[in-house]
């Protein structure tokens, strides 16, 4: 086939790209431009957006002998990632922006210009698999259960998964550094990236207090009493318990969790740690990276965190969302966050909670 | 096969520059020494110096070797602007950045206050405006500093009638790209300075030359041993100046057939795609390049197609990440940044044969439909 590999400049999509050389594929790389004001070098554990990404990148193509382009991605990065960022916590909910960034960029806007050009499909170093079976073309968990990417991925639909390869979905970490080094790609000891690419400093309640301004409103407990003010409700979190700075303290000491963010009033309401308790969801705009879901109640998990845990549960589609009822009660989910179901290990698909109780 | 079409960017060097650069890689000695070795070295470097001064039309003293065309620019520039107290920099809009980004930085650092001539829709500088500058600020203005062809659409500039209107202004030319290509004559012209390069011309990298008007004396960008007429220190790098004066002196550039080459690409063009625009067709330009837009595509995609075919073009401008930009050679002539940025540089040398003619013409036409495929669905 001829394929699109996304390169970061880190050791992950660098080892995918050469995999997919050795498996026969013709393969061109291309780094994705997603800031059009780049950094010159990257700081900390935060990827892909600076000048030195797109020279190691560049430099990994090299070695590994396959044309290399760089394609401008910054006007549909920044509308499809950024912006959502942005107005999802202006609505008090808790994005992932890296799954938008799989859903809008990587295998939207890249795969559908790939094969516009005549290729068949992309290739990316995210850590899944993929499987024939008599459902078609599914998605799966990859083996290093410390590294899985399936949760990001589960915004693709059956078509973009067809059009989608993951070489290392089937090795560990630890052996991908090992295989990068052997491939001599200098890019072998570079840290994994962390966190939200477009946030330099790692800080995202001050990246959005910068943007959005610093609105102060009251923090209040469930009855109403304003306990205390914040700056700005949008750099809370669910299930948040430090920072605070509440003044009136509880009648038995016990510490007080974010319960809610109300964007409208811009009110944050705090309460118990057993009022964080939530039992069902339901998420809004659904996709199925397989057979589509019905209203018929189904068992498997449903995880609500990058590299959270796959909680028991029972799954259907009631009007359109997708509601998973937790066996075991999970303490502190945010609207906005993504629900991914799983039935062993392959992804079901995902949804965006828009709702919990 | 593959096609080589970029040779305004860099073209090969000459058999006879390799030859002559090998035997002098193989030559022990440093220019500046005085014993038998560095004198023998320093003969080579003369002869080269005096056969460049010769191809264009200067005195041997007015050469200054450089490390780049780029560092001739910068030389130029600076140069002229501190050796005055006057501030106003005048130049064309279409500069190389070598031009551009030196006069920047001296409008950032310096005080410099940039003034840039514009061009008409054809690509060539507006004559009448350059005029009403001179008249209006004529004791302030440092330097004019306007290319002789411009590099992305190959268009000649009326270099003759800038110095003309300039009077006793001191010009700067940036002959990079014309430099072997086109009849080109520093004293006929009137220049106070000149820049030309070693790997536009056949010669190696590396290696370029200020051309500066005896007497003329600028400040200095390295110190250092004062080598080259105390305005460029560091050892000669005779190489590649045996190199570039080797390929200089061939004359082996055969302008007629290079035009007929890009002549039958750009008529075979225009039949496979009559939307297509030939940008600065209607003016004088090099023989070997052509600058066309096809409307509806991005130019990353439709490089990266014919790259894929094995036919090496251009897209003009990117930024330090790499990032393919508008040009500001095309916006400087009224495209907007969309149309700019659906234009493509083909560019012909000594080298370039019928065959690839029809090659890359053999391999545009599916190029170019799944680069309007590839475009509209980035629109969507």
Known sequence: ?357 | MSVYLDHAATTPMFDVAIDAMNSSLRKLGNPSSLHTEGRSTRKDVEDAREKIAKAAHCLASEVIFTGSGTEANNAAIKGLFWRTDKKVIVVSSIEHHAVLDPAHWLVEHEGAELIEIPVTTGGVIDLEFLQKVVADRRNEIALISVMHSNNETGVIQPIADVVSIAGDIPVHCDAVQSFTKVPLSFKELGLFAMTISGHKVGGPLGIGALILRRAVEIPALLHGGGQERDIRSGTLNAPSIVGLAAAVESNLFDAKKVAALRNSFEVGVMAARPDAVINGQSAERLPGISNITFPGTQSDSLLLLMDSQKVSCSTGAACTAGVHRPSHVLMAMGLTDVVSQSSLRFSFGSTSTETDVAYALSVLPDVITRGLAAHSVGRK
């Open chain 1, 1 to 357: 086939m001829k394929i699109i590999a996304a390169m970061s400049g880190g050791v992950d999509s660098a080892v995918a790209a050469a995999r997919a050389v050795e498996a026969g594929h013709e393969v061109i790389g291309v780094h994705l431009a997603l800031s059009s004001n780049p950094q010159k070098y990257r700081s900390g554990a935060r990827g892909c957006c600076t000048i030195e990404d797109s020279h190691d990148a560049r430099r990994a193509a090299d070695v590994i002998g396959i044309p290399f382009y760089i394609w401008d991605m910054a006007d549909e990065f920044h509308e499809g990632v950024v912006e959502n960022f942005m107005s999802e916590y202006a609505a008090g909910r808790t994005p992932n922006p890296c799954l938008r960034c799989n859903e809008k960029i990587k295998f939207a806007a890249v795969l559908d210009r790939a094969k516009a050009m005549g290729f068949d499909g992309v290739v990316t170093g995210h850590y899944a698999r993929t499987r024939e079976s008599d459902m078609g073309r599914t998605l799966h968990r990859a083996i290093d259960p410390l590294k899985d990417q399936s949760y990001v991925l589960a915004v693709l639909n059956r078509e973009q998964i067809n059009g989608a390869i993951f070489p290392l979905g089937d090795t560990e970490k630890v052996d991908i550094r090992i295989e990068a080094e052997a491939r001599g790609l200098a890019v072998a000891q570079k840290p994994d990236s962390h966190d939200i690419c477009f946030v330099p400093s790692g800080d995202n309640a001050g990246w959005l207090r910068d943007r959005m301004g610093s609105e102060v409103g009251p923090i209040v407990d469930q009855a109403g009493n304003k306990l205390g003010e914040h700056k700005g409700a949008y750099t809370y979190t669910i299930g948040q318990r430090k920072g605070l700075g509440l003044t009136v303290p509880t009648a038995d000491g016990s510490p007080r969790f974010v319960l809610k963010i109300e964007p409208v009033s811009n009110t944050v309401v705090v309460g118990a740690r057993e009022d964080l308790a939530v039992t069902s969801m339901r998420g809004e705009r659904p996709i199925f990276c397989g057979p589509e879901v019905g209203a018929a109640p189904l068992r498997g998990f449903v995880q609500v965190r990058a590299h959270g845990a796959a909680l028991d549960c029972t799954y259907y589609v009631d009007n359109g969302q997708l509601v998973a009822e937790l066996d075991a009660p999970l303490l502190g989910l945010a609207t906005g966050q993504a629900m991914v179901i799983y039935d062993g290990d392959r992804v079901v698909g995902s949804a965006t909670i828009c709702e919990t109780a």
